[in-house]
C-alpha cells in the first residue's frame, strides 16, 4: 500500500458508500440515518492500477466536550492527521453548509493534501453547488457518485501524482538492508558507528501483544500526548510513524497496533492492522519487543520476537510497567532465564526494564537502540575472520562422516544489516547443524555481537574449480593413449 486516504465529511454524506466501492466489498454499515459510522474503519482500496488504504470515519461534529459526539471528532481529527491524503466530502445536492465551512478550515490546518469531492452529483440539479465549492478554497471539486460509480475516473486522476509521491517517499525512507561488502572495503577500518542523520535517521519500531503499553512508551519519549492511549486494548489500529530527536539521535519511530495470537484475530480490521505492524517491521532497522512485566514472554511474544530475528533485524527487548513489580531483582533474573531459554536465537539481544509511565528506564532503552544498530552493521576484516575460524577448528575439529574429514578452508564477511559470512568448506551438506550453531556462537561472543541475526552460509569449495571436470577425465585418456601405445610396440 503506497498511501492512506481518509474519508472525511459530515454525517451521512456518502463516505461510507464510497469507503465499500473503493475496497469492493460491503464492510462498513450503510444507512439514511446520519452518525452510523463511530470508529474509524480501514481496508485494502483498489482504483483502477493503484492501491492504498483507505479509512472511513465518523462524521466531522461540531461538538468538542466530553460527549460521544465530541470524542468520535477528535478520533476522526486524528484519522486526518494520520493520512496521508484526505478526502473531504460534501453532499452536492445539500451544498455547502456553515459546518462545511467550519471544517474544511480544519483540514487546511491538519492535513498537507486535501482532495475535495462534491458526492451524489448525478443529476444536473447539483451544478450549482458544484461552483459554490470553489468557495473553499480546497481546488477543484471532483464531481462523483459513490452509489453509481461515477467520476472514479476522475478521482484517480488526482490521486495518481500524489501516489507516484509517496513512493518516491517509501523508497527513501527504506532502510538498506541485506547490504553488499566487497573485497576492498572489509579491510577499511570501519568501527561499526554507521552514521545517522536527520535525512537518514535510525527507524525503529515498537512492537508487542495489545495493552503492553507501545503508545504510552512514544508518548513519553515524545514528551507530550501525540499518540491516543487509555486501558482499553488495541487502541491503535495502524501503524503510525513519528519523527523525533531522542538525546540527540534522528529517528523515525513506528508505533503498532498490538499484535494478538492468529486464533483470536477475527475483526477485519484487527487483521489489517496486524499487517500494518508486520510492515512496520521490514521498515524498521530496530525493533523494540514491549513486554508486559505481569505476564511476559507469552507464545505470541515469542512469535514477534521471532518474526524480527527471521527478518533480519536487530531487536531489543523492553519490559514495560516495571513501576508496578515489587520483586525486581528475582523479577529480572526470572526473565533473563526466560530469555536464555525461550530465545536462543536472540543470544545476548539486550533485556532492558522501563516504565513507560514514569519514564523510568528510557535512557537505557535509547543507549540499548544505539549499540543493537552499531552491531547490525558490525564488519570484521577476512584476516581476522580466517584465524578465528583456524583457532575454532583447531579447539573443536568439524565432524568425519563416512571416515572424511570435513575441512573448513576459508571465511569472509559478504554483507552487513544483518552481518553475513560464507565458509568455503568440502562437504558442505554433510555439516551438522549443530556445529554450525557452534560456529555462530562463538563468532557472536568474540567479536561482541549479541543479540544481532547472523547469517552463516557453507559452501563447497569444489564449485570454484575449474578444472574440476578435466581432472576427472584425465585418467581415463591417460589410459587409452597408453592402450594404443601398447598395441604398436606389440
Not at 444507512?31 to 463511530?38: A, E, F, I, S
Not at 500494518?276 to 520476537?305: M, N, T
Not at 527487548?317 to 530465545?343: C, I, P, Y
Not at 584465524?387 to 575441512?407: D, F, Q, T, Y
Request: net charge neutral; proline share 6%; glycine share 6%.
Amino acid at each position: 500500500m503506497s498511501f492512506t486516504l481518509a474519508l472525511v465529511g459530515r454525517p451521512n454524506v456518502g463516505k461510507s458508500t464510497l469507503f465499500n466501492r473503493l475496497v469492493g466489498k460491503r464492510l462498513a454499515l450503510v444507512d439514511d440515518q446520519p452518525g452510523v459510522t463511530r470508529d474509524l474503519r480501514e481496508g485494502e482500496a483498489r482504483l483502477g492500477d493503484l492501491r492504498f488504504t483507505v479509512i472511513d470515519t465518523a462524521g466531522l461534529e461540531e461538538a468538542t466536550d466530553e460527549s460521544l459526539q465530541g470524542r468520535m471528532r477528535r478520533l476522526t481529527e486524528r484519522a486526518v492527521e494520520m493520512a496521508d491524503v484526505c478526502l473531504f466530502i460534501l453532499d452536492a445536492r445539500a451544498g455547502v453548509t456553515p459546518a462545511d465551512e467550519v471544517f474544511a478550515d480544519i483540514l487546511r490546518k491538519k492535513s498537507a493534501h486535501v482532495i475535495l469531492a462534491a458526492n451524489k452529483a448525478e443529476s444536473n440539479a447539483s451544478e450549482a453547488m458544484i461552483y459554490e465549492a470553489y468557495s473553499l478554497g480546497l481546488g477543484d471539486p471532483v464531481r462523483i457518485s459513490a452509489e453509481h460509480g461515477e467520476g472514479m475516473a476522475d478521482l484517480h486522476a488526482m490521486l495518481m501524482p500524489l501516489a507516484d509521491e509517496f513512493e518516491e517517499r517509501a523508497r527513501a525512507i527504506a532502510p538498506e538492508v541485506d547490504v553488499d561488502l566487497h573485497e576492498d572495503e572489509d579491510d577499511d577500518g570501519f568501527d561499526g558507528k554507521p552514521l545517522i542523520t536527520a535525512a537518514r535517521p535510525l527507524q525503529v519500531a515498537v512492537v508487542g501483544r495489545p495493552n503492553a503499553g507501545k503508545s504510552t512508551l512514544i508518548n513519553r519519549i515524545l514528551g507530550e500526548d501525540r499518540l491516543l492511549t487509555g486501558p482499553e486494548p488495541g487502541i491503535t489500529r495502524d501503524a503510525i510513524s513519528l519523527p523525533i530527536n531522542w538525546s540527540g539521535t534522528p529517528m523515525r519511530i513506528f508505533d503498532t497496533a498490538g499484535m494478538r495470537r492468529k486464533a483470536k484475530v477475527q475483526e477485519k480490521l484487527e487483521k489489517l492492522s496486524v499487517s500494518d505492524g508486520l510492515r512496520a517491521v521490514k521498515f524498521a532497522e530496530v525493533v523494540v519487543v514491549l513486554l508486559d512485566v505481569e505476564i511476559p514472554f507469552e507464545q505470541q511474544d515469542l512469535r514477534i520476537a521471532d518474526l524480527a530475528e527471521r527478518e533480519g533485524r536487530a531487536v531489543v527487548v523492553a519490559v514495560n510497567k516495571w513501576d508496578l513489580e515489587d520483586e525486581k531483582q528475582e523479577k529480572l533474573a526470572e526473565l533473563k532465564e526466560s530469555f536464555a531459554r525461550l530465545l536462543p536465537q536472540l543470544k545476548g539481544a539486550p533485556l532492558i526494564t522501563v516504565s513507560a509511565k514514569t519514564g523510568r528506564g528510557l535512557d537505557r532503552l535509547h543507549d540499548a537502540i544505539l549499540r543493537a544498530h552499531e552491531v547490525w552493521n558490525r564488519r570484521i576484516p577476512t584476516a581476522r575472520l580466517n584465524l578465528w575460524l583456524s583457532g575454532m577448528v583447531e579447539s573443536h575439529p568439524p565432524p568425519a562422516p563416512g571416515g572424511r574429514r570435513i575441512k573448513l578452508r576459508y571465511m569472509t564477511q559478504v554483507k552487513t544489516r544483518p552481518p553475513g559470512f560464507v565458509i568455503m568448506a568440502s562437504f558442505p551438506e554433510k555439516l551438522p547443524e549443530s556445529y554450525k550453531r557452534y560456529l555462530v556462537n562463538a563468532l557472536r561472543e568474540d567479536y561482541d555481537m549479541p543479540g544481532t541475526p547472523i547469517r552463516m552460509t557453507f559452501r563447497s569449495q569444489s564449485d570454484q574449480n575449474p578444472y574440476k571436470d578435466k581432472k576427472k577425465s584425465t585418467p581415463s585418456r591417460l589410459r587409452k593413449h597408453l592402450g594404443k601405445g601398447r598395441a604398436d610396440d606389440s
